[in-house]
């Protein structure tokens, strides 16, 4: 069983490496998404949101296998007795949730008349609505700045949708409905099983997680080209074909990239503190990164800039990451 508590000062200087981490990747993961798939920047080399999943996620479980390699970690999944790495039933069920939220994320970025950042804040803020839950759930106590970082997220989310208007397709809310029930299960998961303060149990969970959730997603993928009929079917089996399209490389570097976030993201959000408190700090950033992508587009681009509401939103975000980069430190120093 996991247990709970805050971090120490050291631990908590590398959870915020871990966030920064997450927010250098996810910047050119961003960006290269939402270019490729609009036709102000593309023009009649725009790609569908479908046809950039099979490179993508291909060059994603490539880096899967590296990264595990550098770090030396499969024998964390190695049951005593075994040759090969293997997950758990449950670390393969967060495998799995993990794969849906990898497709559904890079989905999200690519539907018209939504922004980048919109999708962001809704994605991201349905998180945190989750995050309490799964404390609930599990018995972790919530400290007082994680109350605080989490109502500053959730006024950004609420500011989102304020300040939006139109309606959202209705194949992106189904995407966003399959990216958070997918974040549940993982962190749900989590939660009981991996959230701990011994090193080796969160490498264990993140081993094979990890193991399961790219190789999940690409399977996955050749089984919906296979059988899915008409345009959505078409766009697939191209997607698989794009390796020799001008292209690729910003395919294969955005899967890299991708892979960079889950790496980062999932070591924090496997920290032994509350889920209150590390999936604050995770999404913070990665919506950050979202704004910062989306402003560099608009720069390089004719595209329009972020809105007010959602610079709004994202300061909101970035005073929640100084409660909860101070907070701990307060507390330390007060019981200290």
Request: charged share 10%.
């Amino acid at each position: 069983m996991a247990t709970s508590g805050g971090p120490t000062q050291r631990s908590h200087a590398a959870l915020f490496a871990l966030a920064f981490g997450y927010f250098a990747c996810y910047v050119p993961y961003g960006a290269i998404t939402k270019a490729l798939t609009t036709p102000a920047i593309r023009g009649g080399e725009t790609l569908s949101g479908l046809a950039l999943l099979p490179v993508m996620t291909l060059a994603s479980m490539v880096s899967m296998v590296v990264t595990i390699s550098s770090l030396g970690w499969w024998h964390h999944a190695r049951p005593v007795g075994a040759r090969w790495p293997r997950p758990t039933r449950w670390t393969l069920l967060s495998g799995f949730a993990t794969a849906t939220i990898l497709v559904t994320t890079t989905l999200a970025y690519t539907f018209d008349g939504v922004s980048l950042t919109f999708v962001m804040l809704v994605m991201r803020g349905g998180v945190l609505l989750i995050a309490p839950i799964v404390d609930h759930l599990t018995g972790r106590r919530i400290r007082w700045f994680s109350w605080i970082a989490l109502a500053l997220s959730l006024g950004s989310l609420a500011n989102a949708f304020a300040s939006r208007s139109g309606t959202v397709p209705l194949l992106c809310a189904i995407d966003l409905a399959l990216y958070l029930a997918g974040y549940f299960i993982r962190l749900r998961l989590m939660a009981k099983l991996g959230k701990s303060h011994d090193p080796a149990v969160r490498r264990r969970y993140f081993v094979e997680e990890q193991m399961v959730a790219t190789p999940a997603a690409v399977v996955l993928l050749a089984l919906l080209a296979l059988v899915l009929p008409g345009a959505a079917g078409d766009q697939l089996r191209a997607g698989f074909a794009l390796w020799s399209h001008p292209a690729a490389p910003w395919l294969v570097a955005a899967g890299i990239c991708s892979q960079g976030t889950g790496v980062f993201g999932g070591l924090l959000l496997l920290d032994a503190s509350e889920a209150s408190y590390s999936v604050p700090l995770n999404r913070a950033s990665s919506i950050l990164g979202g704004v910062a992508a989306s402003t560099l587009l608009a720069i390089g681009y004719a595209v329009a800039f972020p809105s007010l509401g959602e610079l709004v939103g994202a300061v909101l975000l970035v005073v929640a990451i100084g409660v909860l980069w101070l907070g701990p430190l307060y507390s330390q120093r007060r019981h200290g």
